[in-house]
């Protein structure tokens, strides 16, 4: 049974639980606290950003049942800031206490061949994909697409990681080793234009809202930028949101999803394929915090309190610039820069891949 | 000796100390968060709004010299939140680590009589003022002002406690008694045209940077409201500010200071006259978290941690309102309405005359 019109929202001084301590869960703690909502962060490593945030701390293993209990009766509702939260886990405290967005999301967005055969199953365009198991599997697929493939991990790939380029003629044993043999889906790569996300909030009456399209560049598998506004043309813009939208509803969705795309660029007959989606705030919706009134954290939040959602209206023109691992050294710098905001998320050591913390820089909006 | 240019900018990682935990803590702990600088909070009450977004706390009393060198020891620097910190904790704490503003801030701040006495002294425009220690110097000072005037302690008035208006004719003895009895001063009551106020951000290296200067009304003591742009003339605007400078450059003062001015409408002689001065952070400077891309709370942070300060510029108009004890209770309200942003506070009874948020509305700059 949905939830929808069922509960009032939740009440200032309300605790919201996330599982997760990472800078996600850090700002997410703050965007709480600006409602007046306390959170009660559930990490497995004891020194995290969110911690430093947040009203109550939790350090536990996503497994241990017993301790997600206590975590469940402490809250009022619980999100997470991260995908690869056990569903076992999430179902366990959905008996307890409402878990927003629901474990179905997690389950779509755990597996990579589950989220390709539920997109594609709605009728939104994907990158064609085969299910592989095998050395056999991946040589099929890989005659049957024809050109440069990726084979990815189905599950706990993030940041590039468990992901192999791949032609024909490649070795199939070989690829398959490369990704440690866990069960694969081989992926035809597109030469697309550039990479956006729709960032879409959903309420838990259903209604939605969608922040401007940021166009996001990677490297070695990590998200270096995201600008807005992107280069889609409006009517491709609506195409996007609507793509997004259809994912949202069938996932009965609340909160911030982060739907990935690629852009074939402007003229293509299929402009636009779901690359994945993240259930959760996105480091592409990191410029909502300088350039809009309010941001993906607290748009996450007051969905999942069950709060009127807030504007995703932006005032400028931003860019957004991860800093990963030694780039936070140059803190003072970019500190000193007009028209740069800084946020940092505490981590102590700057190792390498890893996010230390961001840059947003601002433009006038033309 | 002055620090200036003595120090290195505290790395991020490091702590701030924060005495006190109200809004004001509970504000400069989440500045300080978004720089990954960490907060520890002492406040003399256990349940207080900064501890929910704090890495560290400590219950303890601003004269337990014993607890406030432990938690000296624990930080990097020491700012505070209020303006009644005793100032023997301060100086106590500045023998173990810098204290940002100083403690002569506090002394200046904490007695009308000093505050007054020192800003005329620099020669920046206050309203008449005389001491009164007994009733023959109320009646004294009355007969020589003529008129209206308001009778205030000298020690611990805040939000209009510890004030009474008094006029020539008076019982003195009652007038008196109605403050407490306590060391006073009467000042003229000046028939002005609206109060204002100048908040500037001073660094560690003496460069200082304002914030437009909202024009603010009170009722019953109480800041209710604050607008930017003011009706001031480009003229006035600069005026207050050099009078600003003037009381921060004799302070040596680092972080934000607030003061409270008097405006005399368009075409006065002597436009603009001092209030007070706040050493901290200010409630007519809320709206900046909303309209300005570095918030008066990020500002302070950078200045006490010796980073380089960052802009005061305004993207947007704005009107701050604070929701004072019920008010609070229109929250669901206000959090749906299009361009209003809101700000709780964590506290848990909605007391008389107890400021539980406040919400910022934006406006297109004209």
Tied chains: 1, 2.
Excluded at 89 to 110: D, F, K, N, S, Y
Excluded at 140 to 161: E, H, P, S, V
């Amino acid at each position: 049974m949905s939830e929808i019109g069922l509960a009032e929202p939740l009440p200032p001084g309300s605790t919201i639980g996330v599982l997760g301590g990472g800078q996600l869960g850090r700002m997410l703690s703050m965007a709480a606290a600006k409602l007046g909502l306390r959170t009660h962060i559930y990490c497995d490593e004891p020194r995290c950003p969110a911690f430093d945030v947040s009203a109550q701390q939790t350090v536990g293993s996503y497994t241990d049942f017993e301790r997600l209990t206590a975590f469940a009766r402490s809250v009022d509702v619980v999100t997470y800031e991260f995908e690869n939260v056990p569903v076992e886990a999430a179902c366990h405290l959905a008996e307890i206490v409402p878990v927003r967005p629901g474990p179905r999301a997690l389950q779509v967005a755990q597996d990579r061949l589950v989220e390709k055969q539920f997109i594609s199953g709605l009728g939104v365009q994907v990158a064609p994909f085969a299910r592989v198991d095998t050395a056999q599997d991946l040589a099929a697929a890989l005659d049957r697409f024809g050109g440069q493939c990726i084979l990815k991990t189905r599950r706990f790939g993030y940041d590039g990681k468990g992901q192999v380029s791949v032609a024909p003629g490649e070795n199939c044993a070989q690829a398959l080793a490369a990704v440690g043999n866990a069960p694969a889906i081989l992926e035809k790569r597109l030469s697309f234009a550039c990479e956006v996300s729709v960032l879409v909030v959903r309420g838990r009456d259903g209604q939605d809202r969608f922040y401007d399209i940021p166009q996001n560049t990677h490297s070695g598998g990590i998200l270096r930028r995201s600008v807005v506004p992107s280069s889609l043309a409006p009517e491709e813009q609506e195409l996007a949101r609507r793509m997004a939208q259809r994912i949202a509803e069938a996932l009965d969705y609340v909160g911030v999803l982060a739907v990935e795309m690629f852009y074939m660029g402007p003229g293509s007959e299929e402009p636009l394929y779901v690359n994945e989606i993240a259930p959760r705030v996105h480091n592409s919706g990191h410029w909502t915090m300088d350039a809009c009134p309010v941001s993906q954290f607290e748009n996450h939040i007051r969905a999942v309190a069950g709060w009127p959602l807030g504007s995703t209206e932006r005032h400028s023109n931003a860019e957004m610039i991860n800093l990963i691992g030694k780039d936070a050294q140059a803190w003072r710098e970019l500190a000193a820069e007009a028209g740069t905001l800084i946020h940092l998320y505490g981590k102590r050591e700057p190792r390498d891949g890893r996010k230390m913390g961001h840059i947003n820089r601002l433009f006038p909006k033309c």
